[in-house]
């Protein structure tokens, strides 16, 4: 063991670690308070407040996934290029030829996951009733990270470039040219005309938008994948971090008064 | 429909590991409830039941077809002649509120325990059918396999403890969660159950990486159409709602609904009981509408949408062949059909030739009267006909805005199932039906 401790005893290792090991009661709170990424924790905790049959651990899986997701989706970048001439290719190429290939199958099955724990993590504070006050902000920010999530899983859905992935965009999108007034097959929207020109056409409309053309088409691969990799992620990354402020200034994770 | 290479290969494979799984799954709950030594019989039970499940494993790993245990033709071609979207929508319900009223008896272990094998069998006897297999076994539909099982653990959970929990309450005993309240540091306490988790859940996304190759299937083509077409899982119940809306209303405005009533929820639910632990007795109200909204209208069409729509969005029974030629009647009706044509037996209003924009607004509202009553009656009526009636006490409660705002939730949430009813039994297209404006409603 003297080889562990001339390590824990040289400058190196004590100008990372702002602590000594966790070993004593003493070290084991100022470990809590002095390390960056478990600062996120309180120091203590009710012990029916990590008692898994209570938390499902469902929040926390979420957000692993999340960052799961996150490193096996920089890695998928490497190999992807999203272009009508390359996304197909690429996906293959990742099915057939590359070493780890696998991380495609980690990615998307990491997402279907993500859907489903986000959907558990909501289930539980429902029926724990921890929405009630002090936390009703709180999941009104879990709401938009749901949607967040939804919106992170239908862009990226598109990436792959093969049947299933354009048709289920397309069905899907198809909805948001029946947006009242602002599609173009929208109830309301025959009334935006000024001098007999409609102002709200295939062109135009919500789901113009959306797809950046009539159809889902290059224009669309590349508006989701900028939204896939780019701006849900960060919108979701902002809202993570005052989703878990919240829970500690809320008064940490939910119990009977 | 599949080769014979296909089924042995992928089913009966799949379904050799799959008995074996419940078989080990019975032979350890067999031995823990034996070390117990209060659980003998059910002990005896379960090692028995693993027992059979070694035999139909090693049944699906014969080579031969033919020996692969699986459900009686007959029992399959009843489940397809009975079912349809009536009897699966109702059976579903039936079977909520079940669970729901005899919670105390399901939530037993032995009893859940018995539930879970039970469906756990019925699922591999389904799967030996290939027309069941090739459905289930896409690898998009794995997830909700798997979705619909951890609703039903983790339901389990809840419920188990929210009845023990009322229980404690109605004896004036403090709830299981405040029982437990004592400290610990997280270090090491949570942070290596965090850990554990993780490692958990790396190791369980590796084994499902590694056994199911992520699909891809042709290139894109916009000249190729699929049938069916169908939009990602997780919004095919939103896709089943087209069926009874118009896309205005079940893909845009219901959705926005659903979002916006959930984030209204922490403002509407003025019960201050229930913040913190399991219970359900002490809020039954939000516990119900809560359940409907996400099992009955969320999680169930989901499964239709996923497992039962087939091409051209038909119904088709679990084991049934998805034919693109299955025709399906459509006799429909609008309201303002069925009130001026088939009731008053005069042809529809319709403003003359040369009517004016104004005029012709004015023939379009006469002609939607009735449907434009009902909703008005629905809309606007019945919420403050409600607070003085069955809703009194949440109208004290609550105070004018915060009460209309609920009302009005529930009640655009349960034009859902009502349309669905209305469908059903008088076969009603659209209650309000403006072309005019796109406006179907």
């Known amino acids: 063991m003297a080889i562990g401790e001339t390590i824990r005893n040289s400058q190196i290792w004590k100008s990372i670690f702002r602590h000594p090991m966790p070993l004593d009661r003493r070290n084991r709170i100022v470990v809590m308070l002095t390390n960056f990424f478990l600062h996120l924790h309180p120091v203590s905790i009710k012990k029916q407040g990590i008692a898994l049959s209570f938390t499902w651990c469902m929040g926390g899986v979420t957000f692993f996934l999340f960052l799961v997701e996150t490193v096996t989706g920089v890695l998928l970048m490497f190999y992807y290029r999203p272009t009508l001439e390359w996304a197909y290719n690429d996906i293959l190429a990742l099915r057939d030829v590359t070493s780890l290939g696998i991380l495609r199958e980690l990615h998307r099955w990491g997402a279907h996951a993500m859907v489903i724990t986000t959907w558990l993590h909501m289930y539980r504070v429902f029926l724990t009733g921890s929405y009630k006050p002090p936390r009703e902000f709180n999941w009104v920010i879990g709401v938009i990270l749901l949607l967040l999530t939804l919106l992170l899983s239908f862009t990226g859905y598109l990436l792959p470039w093969d049947q299933l992935a354009i048709w289920a965009i397309t069905v899907g999108s198809n909805m948001a040219r029946a947006t009242p007034i602002l599609g173009y097959e929208g109830p309301g929207s025959q009334l935006l005309t000024i001098g007999g020109i409609d102002m709200i056409t295939d062109g135009s409309d919500a789901r113009f938008g959306l797809l950046g053309a009539r159809f889902v088409g290059e224009e669309t691969l590349n508006r989701f994948y900028v939204l896939h990799c780019i701006a849900i992620p960060l919108a979701t990354a902002l809202l993570l971090a005052i989703h878990f402020w919240r829970v500690r200034k809320d008064g940490g994770i939910s119990g009977p008064l | ?441």
């Not at chain 2, 659980?39 to 035999?55: L, R």
């Not at chain 2, 309201?335 to 001026?340: C, T």
Request: a neutral charge; charged letters at 15%; proline letters at 7%.
């Open chain 2, 1 to 441: 429909m599949h080769s014979n290479g296909f089924f042995l290969n992928d089913v009966a494979g799949f379904l050799g590991g799959y008995y074996a799984f419940i078989a080990i799954m019975n032979g350890i709950a067999a031995l823990v409830l034996w070390r117990k030594k209060d659980a003998t019989t059910w002990a005896f039970v379960w090692s028995v039941f693993a027992g059979i499940m070694m035999i139909f494993a090693s049944l699906a790993l014969s080579g031969s077809k033919s020996m692969v245990p699986i459900l009686p033709e007959a029992i399959r071609g009843l489940v397809n002649n009975l079912s349809g979207p009536v009897l699966y929508t109702l059976g579903t319900t039936a079977i909520l509120v079940v669970l729901y009223v005899f919670r105390k008896f399901f939530v037993q272990p032995m009893v859940a325990w018995t539930v879970l094998n039970v469906s756990l069998l019925l699922l591999g006897l389904s799967m030996a059918d290939e027309n069941f297999a090739a459905i289930v076994m896409k690898p998009d539909n794995v997830p909700i396999v798997g979705l619909v099982y951890l609703l039903a653990f983790f339901t389990w959970v809840a419920t188990k403890q929210a009845v023990v929990n009322d229980e404690r309450i109605k004896q004036g005993l403090p709830v299981i969660e405040k029982v437990n309240d004592e400290k610990v540091l997280v270090w090491p306490d949570l942070v290596y159950t965090e850990l554990i988790c993780m490692i958990a859940v790396s190791a369980l996304l590796l084994v499902w990486a590694i056994f199911l190759p992520a699909p891809l299937e042709e290139p894109a083509s916009s000249v190729k159409t699929p049938n069916p077409s169908k939009a990602p899982w997780y919004f095919l119940g939103l896709q089943e709602m087209l069926v009874y809306f118009d896309p205005w209303y079940a893909g845009v405005v219901l959705p926005s609904l659903v979002v916006f009533g959930l984030m209204a929820m922490p403002y509407l639910d003025f019960n201050k009981k229930g913040n913190g632990y399991y219970s359900i007795e002490e809020r039954k109200f939000s516990y119900l509408v809560w359940q409907f909204g996400f099992f009955e209208l969320w999680i169930t069409l989901i499964i239709l949408g996923t497992f039962l729509r087939g091409p051209n969005w038909n119904f088709f029974g679990p084991f049934e062949y998805w034919t693109p030629y299955k025709v399906e009647v459509l006799n429909n009706v609008d309201l303002p059909q069925m009130f001026w044509v088939q009731w008053l037996n005069q042809p529809l209003p319709r403003a003359p030739q040369d009517a004016g924009l104004l005029s012709q607004i004015g023939y379009i509202l006469m002609r939607e009267s009735p449907g434009l009553l009902v909703m008005g009656v629905y809309l606007v009526a019945l919420p403050p006909l409600m607070a003085v009636t069955i809703f009194r006490g949440f109208y004290a409660k609550m105070g004018f805005i915060r009460y209309m705002v609920m009302s009005n939730l529930m009640l655009l949430m349960l034009t859902l199932p009502l349309k669905m009813a209305l469908r059903w039994t008088l076969n009603l297209k659209y209650i309000i039906s403006i072309p005019e404006f796109s406006l179907n409603f």
